[in-house]
């Protein structure tokens, strides 16, 4: 089966912002995919290709990259066969021609490469998660532990609190259908609690589905969640996972950490402005106080001594993942195993780029034994294209947003709908899978 024509469209994503969905059509159909897009990038990421054009959606719209698509990527393609992905990919990073993917637009390639992944699929016959499994060489086929962001701060949120994600991360769970009770239970006290402290006001949703209550300290935010969880009867299953998104809150012009940065009164003086032994301190005082899974951006992008200070010191004890420190990007994953600078990787296509690299990127982690968050973006689709993606890689863990919001929920919904597939062949022929449980961060 091969490609006859590539069509793209400027559609909406979940913040209401245009993005792009892509029709790949064949002799046997149309295969398509919906581009996420991030709020808090960074600046290693594959090239966003946006207009410019203030006329429209101010400057954000994505004609330009449709009309790459359409004009550039479709003919170069036709004719090339859908189930030879690495082909595929490769042709458009060379037609590209540039180390960020900022000719094409990685908005654009990515949508083209994750429907020709549902095509190739298609033509083998089998769900988008085995074929996923079988590009990568992957036989580990296991359900994830959902990571729920539901308490916002940073870029996230118009209150004080510096850090931008608060996750619930069930490992205790026995399953995955399970998890995500166990989450949406949680999700729904912690709401209640909200409400009684700080009015109903506070328990409106953000972009991802999370609260954003009037709290300006981690450790706040971090009671809720304990308070939360312990009213449920979860504290022995359920751990937290927090995202710092230092990068938003380092200060340039002081060379430090400003823990008040959204506070126009107060920001930049002395005592918000941390440097990293100060914030490192600051980490190791919330782990031995409440039950952290993982910390994820705890510094900045390129602060690569910090990052490596601090998983030498709790490295051991929990994962510390990198996001903006790393963009999903090969070349700065083999850098951070050389300086042992984290010991997790999260795992975003779009700051790639293409499904090729992605896996790329899973295997260095996987070789050197680390943990692989699988991401989803704050502006997002009803694409459940990482719930595939996490279950054929086999990394054990993704996030994607709160139990709220369909273009949360699509991914969460699949995942189960997935994990009912398997057990059925399980029933039927003893195929092996697992959910990965406390061993998340193993893969």
């Known amino acids: 089966m091969s490609i006859e024509s590539i069509r793209a469209r400027e559609i909406l994503d979940s913040r209401g912002n245009p993005t792009l969905e892509v029709e790949v059509w064949t002799s046997e159909g149309m295969f398509s995919a919906k581009v996420p897009s991030g709020a808090s990038t960074g600046i290693h990421e594959a090239y966003e290709l946006r207009d410019g054009d203030k006329s429209r959606y101010f400057g954000r719209g994505v004609l330009n990259a449709v009309c790459n698509v359409n004009n550039l990527i479709s003919p170069s393609l036709k004719g090339m066969r859908v189930d030879n992905q690495k082909a595929i990919d490769d042709k458009m990073i060379e037609l590209d021609g540039t180390k960020n993917k900022s000719k094409l637009g990685s908005n654009a390639i990515v949508g083209v490469s994750m429907a020709v992944a549902r095509a190739g699929a298609s033509i083998k016959g089998v769900p988008l998660y085995r074929y996923i499994s079988q590009l990568a060489g992957n036989s580990n086929i296991r359900l994830p532990v959902p990571c729920f962001n539901v308490i916002n701060g940073g870029k996230h949120a118009g209150n004080r609190l510096p850090f931008q994600e608060f996750m619930l991360v069930p490992m205790g769970a026995p399953n995955f259908k399970e998890a995500l009770r166990y989450g949406s239970e949680v999700y729904h006290t912690l709401k209640e609690i909200i409400k009684e402290r700080y009015g109903l006001d506070a328990t409106n949703v953000g972009d991802e589905g999370g609260f ?8 706040e935010a971090l009671t809720l969640l304990v308070d939360a969880i312990n009213h449920s009867g979860y504290q ?10 230092a990068s938003e809150f380092w200060n340039p012009k002081t060379s ?14 002395k005592g918000s402005l941390k440097d ?6 600051r980490y190791i005082e919330i782990l031995k106080k409440y039950p952290i899974a993982f910390f994820e951006d705890p510094f900045g992008e390129d602060d690569w001594e910090n990052h490596r200070k601090l998983t030498s010191e709790i490295g051991n004890k929990i994962q510390i993942i990198g996001d903006d420190l790393l963009c999903t990007n090969p070349e700065r994953i083999k850098k951070a195993i050389s300086e042992k600078t984290v010991n997790s990787l999260l795992l975003k296509i779009n700051q790639i780029g293409t499904l090729t690299e992605t896996i790329e ?3 260095l982690a996987k070789e050197a034994s680390w943990g692989c968050l699988v991401s989803h973006r704050s502006g997002e689709t009803d694409d459940h294209f990482i719930a595939d993606l996490v279950v054929g890689l086999g990394t054990g863990e993704i996030k994607s947003g709160a139990p709220c ?3 949360r929920l699509s991914k969460y919904n699949r995942l189960m709908k997935i994990e009912e597939e398997l057990e059925k062949a399980h029933r039927a022929n003893g195929n092996l899978f697992e959910f990965a449980a406390d061993e998340f961060y193993h893969f």
């Open 212 to 219: 954003a209550p009037n709290v300006t300290t981690p450790e």
């Open 236 to 245: 022995d299953v359920i751990k937290i996972g927090v995202d710092s998104a």
């Open 256 to 269: 430090k950490y400003d823990m008040d940065f959204k506070n126009a009164a107060s920001s930049h003086l």
């Open 276 to 281: 990293g032994e100060q914030l490192m301190s």
């Open 361 to 363: 990127a899973a295997k």
């Open 405 to 407: 919001r369909f273009e």
